[in-house]
């Protein structure tokens, strides 16, 4: 079982910057895979980025690609999602999840299925 945490969110200005961070309690093993996710108001829950345990993959949605960062701290067991350039239309309630290490997991990661815990998320909001 894991237990995932997440912070951060808030109000942001179109351009700003924002870093969530995400803490994972209990099994590690549920944890070797992490992704975030966003959902806004009236639509599906989306993909937004993830990472291997050792970091040495990284997976972005086309639409946050070169400005959003994920990185984590296997030390804490946290995840951190660094936004930058953040633009009106990141405004969503955002999740991480996890997942435990699973050979096919590389062909689906962009799906909510793929992952086994969640967070309650955080609200990031973005104005201008």
């Known amino acids: 079982q894991v237990r995932l945490v997440e912070s951060g969110g808030g109000l942001a200005q179109v351009g700003d910057s924002l870093r969530l961070s995400c803490t994972a309690s209990?099994?590690?093993?549920?944890?070797?895979?992490i992704g975030w996710f966003r959902q806004a108001p009236g639509t599906e829950r989306t993909f937004v980025a993830a990472i291997t345990r050792s970091g040495g993959r990284e997976y972005y949605s086309p639409s946050v690609k070169g400005r959003f960062t994920i990185s984590r701290d296997n030390v804490e067991n946290t995840a951190f999602l660094q936004m930058n350039s953040l633009r009106y239309e990141d405004t969503a309630v955002y999740y991480c999840a996890s997942a435990p290490a699973r050979s096919d997991w590389t062909g689906y990661y962009y799906d909510t299925s793929a992952y086994d815990y969640w967070g309650q998320g955080t609200q990031v909001t973005v104005s201008s």
């Open positions: 209990g099994s590690t093993s549920g944890s070797a895979r």
